[in-house]
C-alpha cells in the first residue's frame, strides 16, 4: 500500500462518506424490512478506544460487519438498547477496523469501496519459494492486525468462513496471545436467513436479526494457543458442542 492509499484508507472524512452511503443503504435492511436485537450493546460504551478485539461467528460477507458499524457508531453517539435514527452515520466512529479477505475484497468495486470503510486486508493463502505454504494467516498480516489494535478496535472472524461449526485458526489465538487485548464475542443469528451469502441482497423479510454481544473473556494469555482459540470458539457458539446433532436416514 503506497502513501497515498494509506492516507485515503485513514481519512476520516473518507471512512465518514463511506459510512454515510453504505449505511444508508443498509438499513433498511437491518432495521425496517426485519426486526434487529441488540443484546450487550450497553457493555460497549466503557470500553478503551483501542486493544479491543471483537470476535464473531461469521454468516455473511459483509452484512455482519455493516451491522457492527452500525451498532458501534451509535454507541458512540450515546445509544445503549437499539439503533434509533441512522444520524450517527454522517459523522461516525472511526477507529474501527476489520479483518478481511483479500481475495474476497479484491473481487468486484463495492468489495474495495467497503474496504475503505477500514478494513485490513490478509491473505489467506500464501506463497513461498514459489509453492502454497498453506491457509491461515500470513504471519505478517498478524503483524498489521496487531499494529491495528494499539489504535483501534478491531473485527475479526476466527472461522474465516461463513461455514457455520468448521474449525477457527491459529492466527486469532496468536493475537490474542501476543497482544493481549480484551477479547468481546459476538453471535450472530439470522443473517444467514435474511441475507445471501455475501449480505448485500435481502432474500427474506420479517426476519429476527440478532447481535449478542458477550462479557469480556477470561483469558490466560499463558494459555497455549490451542486452549485460547478453543476458548473463542466456545464463547461464539461455534464449537461442535453447538453443532446441530446429525440424525440418521
Not at 180 to 191: L, M, Q, S
Not at 194 to 220: C, H, M, S, W, Y
Request: proline content about 5%.
Amino acid at each position: 500500500m503506497n502513501q497515498w492509499t494509506r492516507k485515503i484508507k485513514e481519512s476520516r472524512l473518507v471512512k465518514a462518506l463511506v459510512y454515510s452511503v453504505v449505511g444508508s443503504l443498509s438499513y433498511p435492511g437491518l432495521t425496517l424490512f426485519n426486526k434487529m436485537r441488540i443484546r450487550g450493546m450497553d457493555r460497549l460504551s466503557g470500553l478503551p478506544a483501542q486493544n479491543v478485539l471483537f470476535v464473531c461467528n461469521h454468516q455473511t460477507y459483509f452484512a455482519d460487519v455493516i451491522a457492527l458499524l452500525h451498532v458501534f457508531c451509535a454507541v458512540s453517539w450515546g445509544k445503549r438498547k437499539r439503533l434509533g435514527v441512522p444520524y450517527y452515520l454522517f459523522w461516525p466512529y472511526t477507529r474501527i477496523k476489520f479483518v478481511s479477505a483479500e481475495e474476497t475484497m479484491k473481487k468486484n468495486w463495492i468489495g474495495k469501496l467497503f474496504s475503505l470503510a477500514g478494513s485490513i486486508w490478509v491473505k489467506r493463502t500464501w506463497v513461498a519459494d514459489d509453492q502454497v505454504v498453506r491457509k491461515g494467516l500470513n504471519p505478517s498480516d498478524t503483524r498489521k492486525i496487531a499494529a491495528a489494535l494499539d489504535k483501534n478496535w478491531v473485527i475479526t472472524f476466527p472461522q474465516g468462513t461463513t461455514t457455520p461449526y468448521v474449525p477457527g485458526r491459529k492466527g486469532t489465538a496468536f493475537i490474542i496471545k501476543h497482544a493481549k487485548p480484551i477479547v468481546i464475542p459476538v453471535v450472530f443469528t439470522g443473517f444467514s436467513t435474511a441475507f445471501d451469502k455475501k449480505g448485500l441482497r435481502l432474500v427474506k423479510k420479517n426476519t429476527q436479526l440478532t447481535i449478542t454481544f458477550k462479557e469480556p473473556l477470561d483469558i490466560n494469555y499463558d494459555d497455549s494457543l490451542e486452549s485460547i482459540l478453543e476458548q473463542v470458539m466456545d464463547a461464539i457458539e461455534q464449537s461442535q458442542k453447538f453443532a446441530p446433532a446429525r440424525t440418521n436416514p
